[in-house]
């Protein structure tokens, strides 16, 4: 089992930055990806963000130039930078890890995000 904790979330004005952090412990593969998805109030959770073990990124389009996922030395956290918020970033902000080999997911709780307007 993983046990995934973020933090780092809350209420910042747009044009505003923020950064997330998450922590995992337990069951962690050496090779895996962890990653930040998000769900707006009345919409599907999406991803915002993915990184691998070996440091291979992908970044949805609406926040490409304005997000940054990056690890942590440990390689068991990850953080997302974000810049320039717009009020369409608000929502809950979700950590994701899959061991890669045994193609098993794990989910954190959520952090809350609001830009206002």
């Known amino acids: 089992q993983v046990q995934l904790v973020e933090s780092g979330g809350g209420l910042v004005q747009a044009g505003g930055s923020l950064r997330l952090s998450c922590a995992a412990s337990?069951?962690?593969?050496?090779?895996?990806?962890m990653a930040w998805y998000r769900q707006a109030p009345g919409k599907q959770r999406e991803l915002v963000a993915a990184?691998?073990?070996?440091?291979?990124?992908n970044y949805a389009d609406s926040v490409q130039g304005r997000f940054t996922i990056s690890r942590g030395d440990a390689k068991n956290t990850v953080f997302l930078e974000m810049n320039s918020l717009k009020s369409e970033d608000t929502g809950v902000y979700y950590c994701?890890?899959?061991?890669?080999?045994?193609?098993?997911?794990?989910w954190g709780q959520g952090t809350q995000v609001t830009v206002s307007s």
């Open positions: 337990g069951s962690v593969a050496s090779r895996n990806s």
């Open positions: 990184i691998t073990t070996g440091g291979v990124r």
């Open positions: 994701y890890l899959r061991n890669t080999f045994a193609q098993t997911i794990f």
